[in-house]
C-alpha cells in the first residue's frame, strides 16, 4: 500500500468491466482511491488501509455461485460509508440478511429510468431535478428483498430496488452503474457519498508533487539513479519529477535506435539537458540497431532484436554512471492494476512489447515509479504542474521499437528516410487543420510495395503509404478518424509532392479490433 497521507477510498474489485471508471470519477473529485481485487481484502488489509469510505464494484458473478465473490464480513463493522454497485448490491443484501433472486427473463441491460420515492436522501441531492433520472444498468439477478433497516429511494421498471440505503449506517447500494457515461449524472452521486463520507478533496497535483518529491528522496537517500528516457509522456514526467527532487543524482539515458522521427532526438536533447539541465546520456546506437535489423522481416524477430539491444545498449551506458542503485520507469496505475485483475489469467501474446524488463534484476537495480498511481490524464496534468511544455504533452503515444514496425518488411536507411519526411508532413497537416489533440494516434506506415506513377510527364515506380489515425481511451481498443475526404486528398497531394520516393497514398481504415494500431 502506498499513499498514507490522505483521506483514502478502498474500492473492492469484484471483476466489473468498468471499475476503473469508478477510480477516475473519485480521483476527478480530488479524492484518493485505490482499486483492490476482493482476494487481497482481508480483515487485516482493511484494518491496515483504514479507509474513509468503501466501495463494492460490479461484476460478472452471481451470488449463488459456489465460491461467489465476497468482501470480509468486518467491512461492515468498520463504521464507515459503504456504497455498492450492481453486483455490489446484490453481495450486500446477501450478507446482511436481504435476498436476490436470479434472472429468469428479468434481466436488464443498457439505458433505464429511475423514479423517486417519497423520501429523500443526502445521497440524491441534486438527482430527479426531472421526474426520472437515466441510468445504465446490466444485471442478470436482482435483488428482492433488502436487508433490514433499508428503505428504497428509487425505483425501476425491473429493478424495485434501483437505490436502497440504510441510512442510518451510511450503507448505500444501488443497481445501476453511475460510474459510466450512460448515467449522464453519475458523478452527481458520487460526489454526495464522498461528501456526505467526510473527503476534503485534497488529492490535487500541486499535493500530490510536493509529496512524490518528499518520497523519492526518501527511497533514494544519496544514491544514483538512472532513467531511460524515451521523449514519451510518461518518462519525460517522471524523469523531470525525479530531477526536481534529487537534482543531478539523477542521470537520464536516451538511446537513439536511428528508428526515431524527424527531429525527435533533437527535440529530447534539448529539452532535457538544455532547458532542464539534466546530465543526459544520448546514446547515438543506430549502426548497431540498423545493422542487426538488416535483411530482417519477420514482425516479431524485428521486436526482440531491437528489446534485446535496447537492453544491452541501455546497460552498457547506465554502467557509465557508475553505482547507480536504482532504474526510474514511467510505470502508471493501470499497469498496476492489471497485474492483478480480477479476471488476470494469461492472455495470447499478440506483440511483443518493448520495455526495460528484466533488466532491474540483471543489473541489480531498485525501481522508482513515481507514477505508479497516476492515470495517464493525471501524468498530464502533473507534467503542466511541473511547466513541462503542453506540446510536449499532449504528444501523440509513440512505441519503444519506432519506425521499425512502421515499416513492414526490410528496414532500409532510404525507406526511414522517406518514411520520416512524410510522416511529418501527414502531422504537419493535422496539426493546421487543428485536429492533433481530437486524434489518441496518428503516424504514417511506408508500405513494401512500389506501384506505378505518373508524374509530370514521366513513370515513376515508388513506394506506397498508409495514413493511420485514431481515436482511442486506452490503446487497447480504436477507431480510425473520420477525416473529411478534402483534408485526405491535400495531404495525399502534398506527400506525394513534398516526398520524393512516395507515389502513392492510402488511407487505413481498419478498427482495433480486429486490426492493431501499429502496423507491425
Ligand atoms: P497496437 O499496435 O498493439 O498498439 O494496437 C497499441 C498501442 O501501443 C503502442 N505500442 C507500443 N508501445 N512498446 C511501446 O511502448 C511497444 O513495443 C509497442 N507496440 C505498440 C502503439 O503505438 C499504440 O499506442
Known amino acids: 500500500m502506498s499513499d498514507t497521507s490522505h483521506d483514502r477510498l478502498l474500492i473492492i474489485d469484484f471483476g466489473s468491466q468498468v471499475t476503473q471508471l469508478i477510480a477516475r470519477r473519485l480521483r476527478e473529485l480530488n479524492v484518493y482511491c485505490e482499486i483492490h481485487p476482493y482476494q487481497n481484502v482481508t480483515d487485516a488489509f482493511l484494518a491496515e488501509f483504514a479507509p474513509k469510505a468503501v466501495i463494492f464494484s460490479g461484476g460478472p458473478a452471481s451470488v449463488f455461485d459456489e465460491g461467489a465473490p465476497q468482501p470480509p464480513a468486518s467491512v461492515f463493522d468498520m463504521g464507515v460509508p459503504i456504497l455498492g454497485i450492481c453486483y455490489g448490491q446484490q453481495v450486500m443484501m446477501h450478507m446482511l440478511g436481504g435476498k436476490v433472486e436470479q434472472g429468469h427473463g428479468t434481466a436488464e441491460f443498457g439505458r433505464a429510468y429511475v423514479t423517486p420515492s417519497d423520501d429523500r436522501i443526502d445521497l440524491l441531492n441534486g438527482w430527479f431535478l426531472e421526474a426520472k433520472e437515466q441510468v445504465w444498468m446490466s444485471h442478470g439477478d436482482h435483488v428482492s428483498q433488502i436487508a433490514p433497516g433499508f428503505e428504497v429511494y428509487g425505483t425501476s421498471p425491473n429493478a424495485p430496488f434501483a437505490i436502497t440505503a440504510d441510512v442510518a449506517r451510511n450503507f448505500f447500494a444501488v443497481q445501476f452503474h453511475p460510474e459510466v457515461h450512460h448515467t449522464p449524472n453519475g458523478k452527481t452521486l458520487y460526489e454526495n457519498f464522498v461528501k456526505l463520507a467526510g473527503f476534503t478533496g485534497d488529492w490535487t497535483m500541486g499535493a500530490y508533487r510536493e509529496e512524490a518529491i518528499r518520497k523519492i528522496r526518501e527511497q533514494v537517500g544519496d544514491a544514483k539513479v538512472i532513467c531511460g528516457l524515451s521523449g514519451g509522456v510518461d518518462s519525460s514526467v517522471a524523469a523531470v519529477l525525479i530531477h526536481e527532487a534529487i537534482g543531478d543524482q539523477l542521470t537520464c539515458v536516451f538511446v537513439d535506435h536511428g528508428l526515431l522521427r524527424q527531429n525527435e532526438a533533437d527535440e529530447v536533447v534539448t529539452m532535457f539537458r538544455d532547458h532542464y539541465n539534466m546530465p543526459l546520456i544520448h546514446a547515438d546506437e543506430s549502426d548497431l540497431f540498423l545493422g542487426e535489423l538488416e535483411g530482417q522481416s519477420d514482425p516479431e524477430t524485428k521486436r526482440k532484436i531491437i528489446g534485446k539491444l535496447f537492453i544491452d545498449v541501455f546497460q552498457k551506458h547506465a554502467n557509465e554512471v557508475g553505482g547507480a542503485k536504482f532504474l526510474a520507469q514511467g510505470t502508471l496505475y493501470p499497469d498496476v ?134 481515436t482511442s481511451v486506452d490503446g487497447m481498443t480504436a477507431d480510425y478518424y473520420p477525416f473529411s475526404h478534402e483534408f485526405l486528398g491535400e495531404t495525399a497531394t502534398r506527400i506525394i509532392n513534398e516526398v520524393k520516393g512516395i507515389n502513392r497514398v492510402t488511407y487505413d481504415i481498419t478498427s482495433k479490433p480486429p486490426g492493431t494500431i501499429e502496423w507491425e
Not at 338 to 366: A, D, Q, R, Y
Request: hydrophobic share 40%.
Open 337 to 470: 492494476i492489471e497485474s492483478v485483475s480480477f479476471s488476470g489469467g494469461p492472455s495470447v501474446t499478440i506483440k511483443s512489447h518493448h520495455n526495460v524488463g528484466g533488466l532491474p534484476e540483471k543489473m541489480g537495480l531498485k525501481l522508482v515509479e513515481p507514477l505508479r498511481e497516476l492515470f495517464k490524464d493525471e501524468v498530464r496534468a502533473l507534467g503542466r504542474e511541473l511547466g513541462l511544455p503542453d506540446s510536449f504533452i499532449g504528444r501523440h503515444p509513440f512505441p519503444g521499437p519506432g519506425l521499425a514496425i512502421r515499416c513492414p518488411g526490410d528496414i532500409t536507411r532510404e525507406k526511414l528516410d522517406i518514411l520520416r519526411k512524410a510522416d511529418a508532413v501527414y502531422i504537419d497537416q493535422i496539426r493546421k487543420h487543428g485536429l492533433y489533440d481530437d486524434i489518441w494516434q496518428a503516424f504514417v506506415a511506408i508500405l513494401p510495395v512500389r506501384t506505378v506513377g505518373v508524374m509530370g510527364d514521366f513513370r515513376t515506380y515508388d513506394y506506397a503509404c498508409a495514413l493511420r489515425a485514431v
